[in-house]
């Protein structure tokens, strides 16, 4: 077995609120945390919401499978752009190379032709559980005590890591410890355990009820392909198949890149099992589907399909309902781009206001290692976007964004387009104020660094300088995806969790356990307060 490794609660209706401090149809919010924001964070450095991971597997003989599965993360790099990696194995052993970094950045021609097997699991990652670092990169690699090999790939988050944590590291465990701080490391190492007298499909069937949180997972030994959804689907996977194979990824788009026609999503609750005797199903859970609703809103490439509504589609539609909901009249409707460009058509659309292009994006900016000058950091959001003065010049505009987490990107924005000549500002949100965190894979830290947890809509206009903000109302924005509403998280807009929390929960909570501390997700900062985080600048 080779490692290989670089060298190197109850909300809303709509809320809609303008500078004649008019709050219309906003909520009584009870206040538990202020907002916090690092005064050295600024909006060079505030990314929004983080993605969390992107999964590819490829089950293909006679396939170049680490280049499809290369294809196949290049296709998913929004999901995660802290680390990559890829294994394969070819029915004798298992290679895994990973490293921090782009997908791009990771692997090279020499490297990907040195991987060679019949069997890919590819991962490209966020951190919502651990930190990132190189140990932490997926996929997962451990051997079970017969000397077979299991890589495994995991998007999603577990909300019960800490008790997992202590049976993997039970006396008895023969996985022994391991340095890795990942919900996705413990999960391996308590399968390859439990695979070691009944195989690495029994134990998984066995392991898998135990799990607690949102998971999918892209797996494998040296002979077979295994993906598994949790029971409640909270993310998507799907199935696709080629001419010679199979294929599982973390969304449709990704087969369309690698020429993989789309068979079906893999079912909440169910692992698949793919080798030379085809293709099984099994369940280990009965399938209960909390899809999130976050994947529409922003996570998703447009072009992807979940549940059999396209994301663009209901992006479109959230912006025409966002228009209905919350109308100004203005001379332009401009998107942030790109996760605010359908919503902001779609506005365009309804309102009867023209749409342009009032923002360049600078489409090469991936996650960057390298920390900005101070002189860098002073320009914030320019390192991201820059705008149009010739087309921004004495309008009102209306800008439409895809959520407000901290608020300031949307601060800094704001000023930029005033300092462009704008003479109006009107933001346009096309989600419901984000008011919760969420444990499910998403990292939009602490509830105490939300803006809008502790503060009403007027606030938060007010905190990033627009002439008025618009939210989509919850009930529009699930309408736009065309589910029903049983069938969807939601939990970071309204605090109703599907999957219930543990009172020991957070990102770093392995790290945590290794301090002796606990860790409170929902605990405010003392002293730093709402009025520290609508005070920037
Ligand atoms: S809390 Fe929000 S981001 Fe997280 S899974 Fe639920 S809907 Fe998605």
Not at 235 to 255: I, K, Y
Request: net charge negative.
């Amino acid at each position: 077995m080779g490692i290989g490794q670089s060298p190197t609660r109850s909300t809303p209706s709509s809320t809609y609120s303008d500078d004649s401090g008019a709050t219309r149809r906003s909520l009584a919010l009870s206040v538990i945390g202020g907002s916090t924001v690092d005064p050295e964070l600024d909006a060079a450095t505030d990314q929004g919401p983080k993605e969390e991971c992107g999964v590819f597997g490829v089950w293909a003989p006679g396939e170049e499978v680490a280049k499809l599965t290369y294809y196949g993360l290049y296709a998913l790099q929004h999901r995660g752009q802290e680390a990559a990696g890829i294994a394969v194995a070819d029915g004798s052993e298992i290679v895994v190379f990973k490293d921090l970094g782009l997908v791009s950045q990771v692997f090279d021609e020499q490297t990907l032709t040195a991987l060679k097997g019949h069997i890919a699991v590819g991962h490209c990652r966020y951190s919502t559980t651990g930190s990132g670092s190189w140990e932490n990169a997926q996929p997962t690699f451990a051997t079970t005590s017969v000397g077979s090999g299991l890589a495994l790939g995991h998007n999603g988050n577990l909300v019960n890591t800490a008790e997992l944590a202590l049976a993997a590291n039970k006396p008895a465990g023969r996985a022994g410890p391991s340095k890795s701080t990942t919900d996705s490391d413990i999960v391996t190492r308590l399968l390859a355990e439990a695979a070691t007298d009944v195989g690495i499909e029994t134990a998984a069937l066995r392991l898998f009820p135990s799990l607690k949180g949102a998971f999918n997972f892209v797996f494998c030994d040296e002979h077979t392909l295994y993906a598994a959804r949790d029971p409640h689907g909270v993310h998507p996977l799907v199935l696709g198949r080629l001419d010679r194979g199979w294929v599982v990824a973390s969304e449709t788009a990704a087969l369309d890149i690698v020429g993989a026609s789309y068979v079906r999503e893999v079912e909440p609750g169910e692992l698949l099992a793919i080798d030379e005797d085809g293709i099984r199903s099994e369940r280990f859970a009965s399938s209960n589907p909390k899809g999130c609703v976050f994947e529409y809103v922003y996570l998703a490439r447009p072009d992807t399909t979940i549940s059999g509504r396209g994301v663009h589609a209901t992006r479109v539609d959230i912006g025409r309902r966002l228009a209905v909901e919350a109308p100004i009249e203005a001379d332009l409707v401009i998107p942030t781009p790109e996760s605010g460009t359908p919503a902001a058509i779609g506005y365009a659309q309804q309102a009867g206001i023209p749409y342009g292009q009032g923002l360049v994006k600078n489409a090469y900016v991936g996650r960057t290692f390298i920390q900005p000058s101070q002189t860098i950091r002073q320009l914030g959001i320019r390192l991201k976007l820059n705008p149009l003065r010739d087309v921004i010049r004495g309008k009102r505009l209306v800008v439409v964004d895809d959520s407000i987490v901290r608020g300031n990107t949307q601060r800094a924005l704001v000023r930029m387009l005033r300092e462009a000549g704008a003479v109006e500002v009107h933001v346009r949100i096309a989600s419901p104020p984000v008011r919760w965190p969420c444990f499910y894979g998403l990292d939009f830290g602490t509830r105490a660094e939300l803006i809008a947890s502790a503060s009403e809509v007027d606030d938060v206009r007010r905190s990033i300088g627009a002439d008025s903000l618009g939210y989509i109302s919850l009930d529009s924005l699930v309408a736009a995806t065309e589910q029903p509403r049983n069938r969807l998280c939601t939990a970071c807009f309204t605090g109703e969790y599907p999957i219930a929390i543990p009172d020991q929960v957070g990102k770093h909570v392995l790290e945590g356990i290794a301090r002796g501390v606990t860790g409170d997700a929902f605990a405010p900062i003392p002293n730093y307060g709402q009025a520290c985080a609508l005070s920037r600048p």
